[in-house]
């Protein structure tokens, strides 16, 4: 019998017979038995995720029959209050979903378990994408291995567009014009450009040739945001809220306020990931709506903007007392068959290239259009720093912030820049 439970904060769903924990030590460090294993999941509950780790339980238990998976879903905003908590003594999970850009951050705080030698042991590791799978190492040692890719595209209303006798932008100067096209038929903001926004900002940036920040060979890092290149493409994203372009009321604001308002035909185009459609349906006033919402590639300066490869890691957390057996739970929810069900619950593409060659992920206009942008992607800095620099001290958007407000650009970006070094130079405690 399996009675899912949510809380207010998170949703805890105990997958198994059996509620509790506890464990059946057998001199190993408890890594042969347990009672139950937890699993800390980002996000929020849903009947078809609780479905998906039903399956992830069944799996483990063909070789574990007496062992529960409980899933524990943890909102993404309070992640790092919640693992920190964790690190601190508190509540712990076995296995844990990080984000990508995270595992360094948390492998560096002593968070995560060094799981090198039993990810060289595992077959499955051949097939995943090699540079999300080197992406999760810190200091040469392996700490998580991808679980699922995302990356963000342009979402477009396609009616509106033929309508208009126009294609979906591929350059910043076909944005400026069919953003006026829509505005000027539709009475609505053609484009939306939130300034809390690093991932969709980074790609204005790559797109023009520039860089947030860069390693020197003594291992130094160096903050780009004065660069050239790099300032005219802050200069243009914030300059579309100072021009009207996108409306004030997204300054300050993520993709969330921007996708309320495409679910509702109040608004032509914005950047969000594959997810964003599933909350696109639970935001529509009419659902009808969403059959006219299309993605395509990021426009960039001059064709196709790099995106983020965002997605997530699997890591065993450092505070488990049965690390074998969580790296089994990891490989039931990370090989191909785990990782792609989850990936296609999620709205998100699976860690394995060669499954994204298949008609599935081709046919449908959407997906095909992530799979395209997936094959131009960058990395953010490779550093623990990075967390402190974007999360905490949120100095790009910040400064985007500040010239959308219509401060001076070249001061602005100058006091960012030195702060960015100075961060992303602070010694990994």
């Not at 998976?69 to 943890?74: G, L, M, N, P, Y």
């Not at 060659?357 to 623990?384: G, I, K, L």
Request: with cysteine; hydrophobic share 40%.
């Amino acid at each position: 019998m399996k009675f899912p439970k949510i809380a207010a904060a998170s949703a805890v769903v105990l997958l198994a017979a059996a509620c509790g924990g506890g464990s059946d030590s057998t001199g190993d460090g408890g890594s042969a038995s347990a009672d139950s294993l937890t699993v800390w999941v980002m996000g929020n509950s849903r009947d078809d995720l609780v479905e998906y780790f039903d399956g992830i339980e069944a799996r483990f238990q063909e070789g574990h029959p007496d062992t529960a998976v409980e899933v524990e879903f943890i909102p993404w905003p309070d992640a790092q209050e919640s693992i920190t908590n964790a690190v601190a003594g508190g509540d712990a999970p076995d296995v844990i979903e990080i984000g990508n850009d995270q595992v360094f951050n948390w492998a560096s705080q002593g968070a995560l378990l060094d799981i090198t030698s039993q990810v060289e042991g595992w077959d499955a590791a051949s097939e995943l994408d090699q540079n999300a799978l080197e992406y999760g190492s810190y200091d040469g040692s392996q700490y998580g291995v991808p679980w699922y890719s995302g990356v963000r595209t342009l979402y477009y209303r396609a009616d509106w567009l033929e309508a208009l006798d126009k294609e979906p932008p591929t350059t910043w100067d076909e944005v400026l014009d069919v953003a006026e096209a829509i505005e000027g038929e539709y009475d609505v903001p053609g484009f939306a450009a939130p300034t809390d926004f690093t991932n969709g900002i980074a790609s204005f940036i790559w797109s023009n040739g520039g860089e947030i920040a860069t390693q020197d060979a003594d291992g130094s890092w160096v903050g780009q945001l004065t660069s050239p290149e790099t300032m005219e493409a802050i200069e243009f994203y914030a300059g579309l809220s100072l021009d009207g372009v996108s409306p004030q009321s997204y300054v300050g604001e993520n993709e969330l306020i921007p996708l309320a308002d495409m679910a509702n035909s109040e608004l032509g185009m914005y950047i969000d990931g594959g997810w964003a459609l599933g909350a696109m349906a639970d935001q529509a006033e009419d659902p009808a709506v969403l059959d006219n919402i299309v993605a395509a590639p990021i426009p960039g300066a001059d064709g196709i903007a790099p995106a983020f490869a965002g997605g997530s890691a699997l890591s065993v957390f450092s505070t488990t007392e049965h690390p074998e057996l969580a790296f089994e739970l990891l490989t039931v929810l990370g090989d191909q068959e785990g990782g792609k069900g989850f990936a296609d619950v999620a709205g998100f593409f699976p860690a394995y290239p060669a499954l994204l060659d298949s008609e599935e992920y081709q046919e449908d206009p959407n997906t095909a259009a992530a799979a395209t942008q997936m094959q131009n992607t960058r990395f953010f800095p490779t550093t623990p720093r990075w967390t402190a620099a974007d999360q905490d001290s949120k100095i790009l958007p910040g400064a985007v912030l500040d010239i959308a407000r219509g401060e001076d650009p070249e001061t602005v970006l100058e006091e960012a820049n030195e702060e960015l070094s100075t961060i992303l130079n602070e010694p990994v405690e």
